[in-house]
C-alpha cells in the first residue's frame, strides 16, 4: 500500500526543485565514448564542476581554492582537482585548457612525482603539447610542436595524448588545418604507477610544473583511442561542445 501526500505543506523555505538533482550528461554525444572514465567540465555554467559524468560515483575532490569561471578553472600547486582515478596501462587523455605561459605551466593531468621519479603527465603551454610517461626509472618524453599562430597565447584548445606500454604519444588539434599534430616517443619498459592519483592543474612535483593551469574540460580514457577517434572527438569538443558553452 502506498502513501500518497496531499495539501501537504514543509516548513520553511529553500528546498531544491527536483530538476536540481538531475544531472545531464553534457558529453552524452561525444562521437568516441568506448572506455571513458572521467569526464570534467570546469565551468561555473554547470551545477557543480566536481562532477563526472563518466561515473557520478567518482567524482572530483576540490584542493584548495581553485577559481571556477565560465569557460575554465584556475589552478596552482596548491588549489587544484583530484580524479581520484590512477593511472592504467593504457590511457588516452583529451583536454581543452589555454596553454601555460612556459613549461612550468600548463598541467592538465598528472601524478607525476620527483621523489621518486615516477608517474604520467599530459601538458599544453605555448607552442608545445607534452605526454610523460614513466619508464622505470626515467621518463619518456613526447613532445609536440604547435603552431602558436593557429594556437596563440589567451586562445583554448584541444590537445591530450596516449600513454602505454610501447610508447607515448601527446596530440594537439589545429582548428585551422582541421587536423592532429603529434609525436611520439618510446617508453618500453613502462611502469605503471597506482600509488597515487591524477591531479587536474597540477602534479605531486615539488620543484618542476611549479606554475598554474587554466583547464576547461578533462576526458580520461583507459585504453587507446586511434588518431581518427580522437580527430571525432577533437571536433565534437572544437565544433559543438566549444560553441553551445561559448568556448570559443
Known amino acids: 500500500m502506498s502513501l500518497k501526500l496531499t495539501n501537504v505543506v514543509f516548513p520553511g523555505t529553500g528546498y531544491k526543485n ?7 550528461d ?14 570534467y567540465f570546469l565551468s561555473n555554467q554547470v551545477g557543480s564542476p566536481l562532477i563526472n559524468y563518466a561515473n557520478l560515483n567518482i567524482p572530483l575532490l ?42 612550468q605551466n600548463g598541467v592538465l593531468l598528472a601524478n607525476y612525482s620527483q621523489s621518486p621519479t615516477s608517474g604520467d603527465t599530459f601538458q599544453y603551454y605555448l607552442g608545445h603539447a607534452k605526454a610523460f610517461g614513466q619508464m622505470g626509472s626515467s621518463i619518456a618524453t613526447a613532445d609536440t610542436t604547435v603552431s602558436t599562430t593557429d594556437l596563440p597565447s ?43 592519483t591524477l591531479r587536474i592543474g597540477t602534479s605531486y612535483a615539488t620543484t ?18 586511434t588518431d581518427e577517434q580522437i580527430l571525432a572527438n ?7 561542445f566549444g560553441v553551445q558553452w561559448g568556448l570559443w
Open 234 to 240: 577533437a571536433r565534437w569538443l572544437k565544433n559543438t
Open 26 to 39: 553534457i558529453f552524452a554525444d561525444l562521437p568516441n565514448k568506448s572506455g571513458l572514465v572521467g569526464a
Open 18 to 24: 527536483i530538476s536540481e538533482f538531475i544531472v545531464e
Open 154 to 196: 589567451g586562445v583554448l584548445a584541444v590537445t591530450g595524448g596516449v600513454i602505454k606500454n610501447a610508447s607515448v604519444k601527446s596530440i594537439a588539434y589545429d582548428p585551422t588545418t582541421d587536423a592532429l599534430v603529434s609525436s611520439t616517443a618510446s617508453s618500453a619498459g613502462r611502469t605503471v604507477t597506482t600509488d597515487r
Open 62 to 103: 576540490k584542493v584548495g581554492t581553485p577559481v571556477v569561471g565560465s569557460k575554465y578553472a584556475t589552478t596552482t600547486t596548491a588549489n587544484y582537482y583530484d580524479t581520484q582515478l590512477p593511472s592504467t596501462s593504457v590511457m588516452t587523455e583529451m583536454g581543452i585548457s589555454l596553454p601555460g605561459a612556459d613549461s
Open 208 to 225: 618542476q610544473f611549479t606554475g598554474g593551469s587554466s583547464v576547461s574540460v578533462v576526458l580520461l580514457f583507459n585504453l587507446e583511442l
